[in-house]
């Protein structure tokens, strides 16, 4: 049985290779459009199975040279190259073009354009091969062996087939007027002088010999398929964005079709759109990550959160189980489709996270506040008690007011945040913490949703419920800031081990806490001057783990890396207390790192000090897109606007602090209730057109203290 904490990196992936996807499924090509079946990494993947494993296109006997690759759609790519011409003319005028569209299987619409004033006789040849390989095997380089599937043509169509722990996984490719073998397909074609031959080549999925409802079919246009509209409907529904920092508006559109990209859907829900946590490994359900890119982007479309809070309360823990760590009320931490996700993770459903649960109690809290309707919001209440439930009986296993972890296996994550290597929780020294952990920012989470659930009952008219969620809420934040607090070294224990030591390294997890409010007034300013520090604050981001520390590493995953997404956040935190500037200094550092990555925040990147090296450093494995790197910029714009509604109370905030490189700022569009709103600013100006009856407009920030609070008394 592999052990889950082995395989929560993503792998390296070739630099010149093209990644397409649509939904959970998705296509990693060479630059050419082959996928060798050398055992790389490459494949077509559907419901976490490659179904392609080699795919290599071969014009008379040779492979084309590559001349451009190029994505126009995150489902589509269209590769150009020149085929040899026959004789081994040496400038040959036989262009190849491959329009690739990724869905419930492939379509492959390959064109030969003959620029010449002569025919061309082609033997055209496409080598074909579809292991069955489980996405957790083909990441982890797990796939040699011995080649157990079936092959055979079925009425003109090849059939590659391989039972995988219990079920059988398939593959058909077809094309009209294709001589089938074993191997793959055949054709012959006279290109005309100056003219083309064209062929669609299909490939359909099958899970125990029944393929998927809505297959690709030859003679249907792709553009016309479900996937296709869904991203042209996003596009429509996302804030139309004018800003006069041009490389600001590019990263944020980038942002918006990235979010797109990464949506999934419920089969027995279509309408629900979730966020994936990243492509291509991670194109599934992430408890923690799709809740917070959700709640990052609300700004871009509220009802990402909402799809993301209904699809996971649907999967909500109901009972014990110490193999997938699944207890009654607890929110998955990931979710597989793969035949052998039994094996990995315990069951299709992975609960080994201590902050998925509380932080859906938190995001439902701040959707009421988006005035998402009462008949989204009811409905979810339930499993948000239930989450409650969970932390308090199952989250805080000693009875001491902290959610800890400690896993009951010998497969599951070791540790269970949002650092979640092996080596990612220490101590200053270097030390590693043990479990039992209780993590500072976990914490943060809970005191976030019972002040969420307080808030949700004020809205439902319950006193004595509300009352009674901000008295839990305020006993926390009591106990909080007393047992983390570090008083000789000016900031919060990044967690408390078995032992209940205070693990003392000095981390990034400390600025969620800000984010959420649990940090004491008299604290904030000391926890702010570190995470500004030259240890913790590289000019690009905030470091995970400061450089001083024992475990300092900035080519490491957890221990000195930068995270757009974590920089967001200690940035949110820092505006909230009041530390604007500081703020302002972070996201622009933010803003900067994505011009080295092409306008597109990769994962994570290395630590490194911004005068050490002309840009950012990659890390060699972040993935990207990634669902809370392409929303750290919504969240950080967000920030600078300080944009808050709180239709619970009739208010929307807007105060805006945008750097004057941004210029002129203004998103059309945005949703906001049931109406479509215009943010303009500039600076400490702004104003807002098409405000839902009811609302006031603030032009003051939300209090950054003890606002909540004030809320429920």
Not at 305 to 334: N, W
Request: include cysteine.
């Amino acid at each position: 049985m592999t052990a889950w904490n082995e395989d929560n990196e993503a792998s390296v992936s070739d630099s010149g290779s093209v990644t397409i996807l649509e939904g959970s499924s998705f296509c990693i090509s060479s630059g050419s459009g082959d996928i060798s079946p050398d055992g790389s990494a490459n494949g077509v993947f559907f419901q976490d199975t490659r179904i392609i494993s080699g795919w290599v296109l071969r014009i008379n006997g040779a492979l084309r040279e590559p001349l451009v690759a190029q994505r126009p759609h995150p489902f589509e790519a269209t590769f150009v190259g020149r085929a040899t011409w026959p004789g081994g003319r040496f400038d040959s005028p036989l262009v190849v073009r491959q329009v690739r569209h990724i869905g419930p299987g492939l379509q492959d619409d390959i064109t030969l354009e003959n620029f010449a004033g002569e025919p061309v006789e082609c033997d055209i040849e496409l080598l074909v091969d579809a292991d069955q390989a489980d996405l957790f095997d083909v990441k982890g380089a797990r796939t040699t062996g011995v080649d157990d599937a079936t092959r055979e043509v079925v009425d003109g169509r090849l059939v590659i087939e391989a039972s995988r722990h219990g079920q059988q996984r398939g593959t058909v490719v077809s094309a009209k007027g294709a001589a089938v073998s074993t191997d793959g397909l055949r054709f012959r074609a006279t290109v005309p002088a100056r003219g083309k031959w064209a062929v669609s080549i299909i490939v359909v999925p099958l899970v125990n010999g029944l393929p998927p409802e809505k297959p690709f079919r030859d003679g249907q246009l792709p553009h016309h398929r479900e996937g296709v509209r869904r991203h042209l409907d996003w596009e429509e529904g996302v804030p139309r964005l004018s800003i006069e920092d041009v490389k600001l508006q590019e990263l944020l559109n980038r942002s918006q079709r990235d979010l797109g990209a990464l949506r999934i859907f419920d089969a027995h829900h279509p309408e629900r759109a979730a966020v994936a946590a990243g492509a291509p490994w991670f194109m599934a359900l992430f408890g923690r990550d799709s809740l917070l890119s959700s709640y990052m982007s609300l700004l871009v479309s509220p009802n990402l959160a909402a799809g993301t809070l209904q699809t996971l309360a649907g999967i909500q823990g109901k009972k014990v189980d110490p193999d997938s760590e699944e207890e009654p009320g607890r929110i998955p931490h990931e979710v597989r489709l793969g035949v052998t996700a039994g094996l990995s993770l315990g069951g299709t459903a992975y609960y080994g996270t201590a902050d998925a649960t509380p932080l859906f109690v938190a995001l439902l809290g701040e959707l009421s506040r988006w005035g998402l309707s009462r008949d989204v919001i009811r409905p979810l209440l339930p499993h948000a008690d239930r989450a409650l439930d969970w932390i308090e009986q199952y989250g805080d296993r000693d009875g001491d007011g902290f959610v800890e972890y400690c896993r009951p296996n010998a497969h599951g994550l070791v540790n269970q945040g949002w650092k979640d290597s092996w080596d990612g929780i220490n101590f200053a020294d270097g030390t590693m913490a043990e479990a039992p952990i209780a993590l500072c920012e976990v914490q943060a989470y809970v005191y976030a949703a019972y002040i969420g659930r307080s808030l949700l009952a004020r809205w439902d008219g319950d006193v004595a419920l509300e009352n009674h969620w901000a008295d839990r809420a305020a006993e926390l934040k009591s106990a909080f800031n007393e047992k983390f607090w570090l008083p000789d070294k000016g900031y919060f224990a990044v967690a408390l081990d078995k032992d209940k030591r205070q693990v003392d390294a000095c981390t990034s997890n400390m600025g969620h806490c800000l984010w959420t409010g649990i940090v004491d007034e008299d604290k904030a300013a000391s926890v702010a001057e570190h995470l500004m520090s030259p240890q913790m604050f590289t000019g690009w981001g905030i470091r995970t783990l400061a450089s001083d520390m024992g475990a300092y590493n900035p080519v490491s995953y957890h221990n000195g890396s930068v995270w757009p997404h974590d920089t967001a956040l200690v940035a949110t935190g820092l505006m909230r207390y009041g530390f604007v500037e500081e703020a302002k200094r972070v996201a622009e550092g933010i803003f900067d790192a994505a011009e080295h990555f092409d306008g597109r925040l990769p994962e994570l990147f290395c630590g490194f000090d911004r005068g050490e090296f002309p840009g950012p450093v990659p890390y060699p494995t972040a993935c990207s897109p990634q669902a809370w790197a392409a929303a750290a910029p919504v969240q950080l714009a967000r920030m600078l606007l300080r944009f808050d509604p709180v239709c619970t109370r009739g208010v929307v905030h807007l105060s805006p602090i945008l750097p004057e490189s941004v210029g002129e700022f203004q998103a059309e569009n945005v949703l906001l209730d049931t109406s479509r709103i215009t943010i303009k600013a500039r600076g400490t100006d702004g104003s807002i057109d098409g405000l839902p009856p009811g609302l006031k407009l603030l032009p003051v920030p939300r209090p950054h203290l003890a606002y909540e609070p004030q809320e429920t008394h």
